[in-house]
């Protein structure tokens, strides 16, 4: 009767953490949790980033090699692994194919093979695409995090979401991992029950070059969502600096002994 969902957070391959992100895919492997959803920026396209334009990485010519790196390092272990239910959420940097074309080459738009579902080959490896925040949950949307103000502490702009769309929500794009939560009572009685869980990143924190001396309140890991019936618990996964993580009191993305 217990519903395992795991959601899992910013990878913005090709600058993912190769080794946290194996350890993640072997614990899906082992775990066989119901479903899978991914927040979004899963992979970076830096190419066509408003921050490179003009400049050498508008012009390096990879973009296929990362969008192959996303099937080599995430879709085909996943499926080796899992066959269950994979769900996408749209994003920032998911966004930017689209974005290139429609303000650099505007004749091109509508041509399928140049939005992301596309190049990423989601009809291959199973992936169900998702343009809008969407239930995950009873009670609960999973969005991207972008749709609203950034605050600084973790579980704070999720907090903020839920607040203004009166659902519960989970969420990346700060990478951060942590909750906030509201909960609401009257003559003794709760009355509402409101959540804010962002789930980390996957990303290495050394290939973020834009970072002033490599600082930043981010933490790696994902997150858990157990269901019974209308009841959903949310629980973080802290991924330590040596890649490993607890799950139900078993630890996970340790090498082999």
């Known amino acids: 009767p217990l519903k395992r969902i795991v959601v899992l957070s910013d990878m913005q391959i ?19 949790p119901d479903e899978i959803h991914s927040v979004g920026d899963e992979v970076d396209f830096p190419q066509i980033s408003r921050w490179t334009r003009g400049t050498a990485g508008e012009y390096k010519g990879d973009l296929q090699a990362h969008c ?17 239910p994979v769900h996408f959420e749209r994003s920032n940097h998911m966004d930017r194919p689209l974005t290139y074309v429609r303000t650099r080459a505007p004749g091109l738009m509508g041509l399928k093979a140049l939005e992301v579902p596309s190049l990423l080959n989601f009809e291959r490896y199973g992936i169900t695409w998702h343009e809008e925040p969407y239930e995950i949950a009873p009670g609960w949307l ?53 959540f804010g869980f962002e789930v980390g990143n996957l990303m290495e924190l050394r290939s973020a070059k834009y970072l002033k001396a490599g600082h930043a309140n981010w ?39």
């Open 68 to 84: 192959d790196t996303f099937g080599r390092s995430f879709a085909q272990p996943l499926r080796k692994v899992y066959a269950g």
């Open 142 to 194: 999973l969005a991207h995090g972008d749709e609203g103000g950034a605050s600084r502490a973790p579980g704070g702009t999720a907090l903020a979401l839920a607040r203004k769309w009166g659902y519960s929500v989970v969420c990346g794009h700060t990478h951060k991992l942590g909750i906030q939560h509201e909960h609401m009572a009257v003559n003794s009685k709760l009355t509402r029950e409101r």
């Open 219 to 257: 933490q790696q890991g994902f997150g858990i969502l157990y269901v019974e019936k209308n009841r959903v618990t949310p629980a973080p996964v802290f991924i330590r600096p040596n890649g490993s993580f607890v799950v139900e009191g078993k630890t996970y993305g340790l090498p082999a002994a």
């Open 14 to 32: 090709p600058y993912h953490d190769k080794r946290a992100l194996r350890g993640v895919i072997d614990f899906i492997g082992k775990y066989q």
